[in-house]
C-alpha cells in the first residue's frame, strides 16, 4: 500500500511541475491585457495602435516556430532536458521584458518568449501523456489545459492588484511583467529532480534507464509489462513510414490535413484570444476607468477556469459536432450582442457592465465547447503515420492565425471602433460555423482505426454501400 501511495505521489509531483510550463503559457499570454495600457503612455514606450499589435502578436509568431521546433527539439535531446532549457528561455525573456527600454527591444524579447511558449505547448503534453498511466492520460494531459487558464487568470488577478495599488507608478507594467520570472525558476528547479520520459529512452536504446523510471511511476509488476508495450510499439513506428508533403498528393490524406487546419483556424476566428489579449482595452473602450477594466477583466478569467472545467465534463456525455456547433452558436451571438449594444448604448454608464456580461457569455461558450473539442478532434483525426505531419501543419496554422489576430485587432478597434469590429468577428464566426457543419465529420465513439478508414472511403463510389452494410463503424 506505501508503494502505491509512492507511485501515485510521484506522478502528482510529476504533474504539477512539468504543467508549470503551461501555467508560464498563460500567464505570459494573459498579462499582456492589463499591461499594454500603461506600456502604451508617451513616457513608456509610447505605442500606436500598430505597435500595440506588434507588441502582442511577436510573442505569438515565435509560438508558432516554438510549436514547430519543440516536438523535434525534445525528440532529440528528450522532453526533460527541453522543458529545463525552455524554463531559462522563459525567465531570460521574461527579463528581457520587464527591462526593455524601447519598442524595437520588447518586439524581439516577446518573441523569444513566444518560441518558449510554443515550445511549452508541445513538449510539456507529450511529457504528461508517456508519464502518465493509460487510465490516467486523458486527465493528466487535461491538467496542462487547466493551468493555462490559471496562468491567464493569475495574469489577470495580479494586474488588477498592481494597477489599482500602483496606478500613479507609470513602471507598474514592468512589475506585472517580471512575476513570470517567479514559475521560471520553480519549473526549472523542479525540473531538475523529474525523471526523462521513458519512451524518449527506448527511442534512444536506453531500455534499462526507461525500466528504472516506470518502477518509479507504475504500480507493481506494470513497469516490465508496459516496457515491452513501449518497445513493440516503437519498433512497430520505426518500421513505419511516416507521411511527408508528397503524401498530399492522395486525397483522403489531403482531407484529414485540410480539416486539421480548419479546426485550428475554427478555434482562433471566434476572436477568443482578442478578449484574452485586449479585454481591458475593450472595457476601458465602451466605458471603464483602466483600474475598473483590470478587475472587470478577472471575471473573464474566472469563467475560463470554470468553463474549461465544464467542457472537460461534456466531452465524454455529448457528441463533438453538436458539442462544436452549439459553442460556435454561442460564441458568435454573443459577439453579435456586443457589436448592437456599442452602437445602441455608446457613451451610457450601461454600457461597460453589458460588455463585460456578455464577453463572460461568450469565453463560457468558447472555453466550455468550441476550445475542448478542437484540441481533441485535433488529437483525434489523424492516424499514427500522418500525426506528425498533421498536428505540425495544423498547429503552426493556428498560431499564426492566432498572430494575424493579435496584430490586427487593436488597428481595427483604432480605425472602425468597437461595434465594426466586433461585426466582423461575427461575421467569420458565422464562416466557423458553416465550415463545421458542412465538413466536420463525427469522431466521437470511433477508434484511430476506424476513423481512418471513415476516411479512406470518403468520395469512393463504395461508401455508401459500405456503411450501410457496416452502420457500426459509425456509430
Not at 508541445?122 to 501523456?129: H, N
Not at 465538413?439 to 466521437?444: A, G, M, N, V
Amino acid at each position: 500500500m506505501g508503494k502505491q501511495r509512492n507511485y501515485k505521489s510521484f506522478l502528482t509531483t510529476i504533474i504539477i511541475v512539468s504543467t508549470f510550463g503551461g501555467l508560464l503559457f498563460g500567464y505570459d499570454t494573459g498579462v499582456i491585457n492589463g499591461a499594454l495600457p500603461y506600456m502604451s503612455e508617451e513616457d513608456q514606450l509610447d505605442l500606436n495602435a500598430f505597435t500595440e499589435g506588434l507588441v502582442t502578436s511577436s510573442l505569438l509568431f515565435g509560438a508558432a516556430l516554438g510549436a514547430v521546433l519543440g516536438g523535434r527539439l525534445s525528440d532529440y535531446i528528450g522532453r526533460r532536458k527541453n522543458i529545463l532549457n525552455l524554463a531559462v528561455l522563459f525567465f531570460v525573456a521574461t527579463l528581457g521584458c520587464t527591462l526593455a527600454p524601447n519598442v524595437t527591444v520588447m518586439v524581439i524579447f516577446r518573441f523569444i518568449l513566444g518560441f518558449a511558449v510554443g515550445g511549452a505547448s508541445v513538449t510539456v503534453p507529450t511529457y504528461l501523456a508517456e508519464m502518465s498511466p493509460v487510465e490516467r492520460r486523458g486527465r493528466m494531459v487535461t491538467q496542462n489545459e487547466l493551468m493555462i487558464v490559471t496562468g491567464q487568470l493569475l495574469a489577470f488577478v495580479f494586474n488588477a492588484i498592481l494597477g489599482n495599488t500602483m496606478s500613479d507608478n507609470s513602471h507598474v507594467w514592468r512589475y506585472m511583467l517580471a512575476i513570470a520570472a517567479l514559475p521560471a525558476v520553480f519549473l526549472f528547479f523542479g525540473m531538475l529532480k523529474m525523471p526523462e520520459s521513458p519512451r524518449w529512452f527506448v527511442s534512444k536504446g536506453k531500455n534499462e534507464n526507461a525500466f528504472q523510471v516506470l518502477q518509479k511511476i507504475r504500480e507493481g509488476s506494470r513497469a516490465e509489462s508496459e516496457l515491452h508495450e513501449i518497445e513493440k510499439a516503437f519498433a512497430e513506428e520505426k518500421e513505419m513510414e511516416k507521411a511527408s508533403l508528397k503524401d498530399l498528393a492522395v486525397p483522403w490524406v489531403r482531407r484529414i490535413v485540410f480539416l486539421g487546419i480548419g479546426i485550428a483556424v475554427v478555434q482562433q476566428i471566434t476572436g477568443v484570444n482578442s478578449i484574452m489579449y485586449y479585454g481591458t482595452q475593450i472595457l476601458e473602450n465602451s466605458g471603464f476607468q483602466t483600474e475598473a477594466a483590470l478587475i472587470g477583466s478577472i471575471a473573464n478569467g474566472v469563467i475560463s477556469v470554470l468553463a474549461t472545467f465544464l467542457g472537460i465534463w461534456l466531452l465524454g456525455k455529448i457528441g463533438r459536432r453538436p458539442m462544436l456547433l452549439t459553442g460556435l452558436a454561442g460564441t458568435t451571438t454573443a459577439l453579435l450582442l456586443i457589436g448592437i449594444f456599442s452602437t445602441l448604448l455608446e457613451g451610457t454608464a450601461t454600457l461597460p457592465y453589458v460588455v463585460l456580461t456578455l464577453t463572460v457569455m461568450f469565453l463560457t461558450f468558447q472555453q466550455g465547447a468550441v476550445s475542448p473539442v478542437t484540441w481533441l478532434m485535433l488529437s483525434e483525426i489523424f492516424p499514427l503515420k500522418l500525426r506528425g505531419l498533421g498536428m505540425g501543419v495544423a498547429v503552426f496554422f493556428l498560431w499564426i492565425v492566432n498572430f494575424f489576430i493579435g496584430l490586427t485587432f487593436p488597428i481595427l478597434l483604432d480605425k472602425v471602433g468597437l461595434s465594426m469590429t466586433f461585426f466582423v468577428f461575427v461575421a467569420l464566426g458565422i464562416a466557423a460555423i458553416t465550415f463545421v457543419h458542412k465538413f466536420l465529420p463525427e469522431t466521437k465513439g470511433l477508434s484511430l482505426e476506424e476513423l481512418e478508414l471513415k476516411f479512406r472511403l470518403h468520395g469512393n463510389q463504395g461508401e455508401q454501400n459500405y456503411l450501410n452494410k457496416d452502420e457500426s463503424v459509425m456509430k
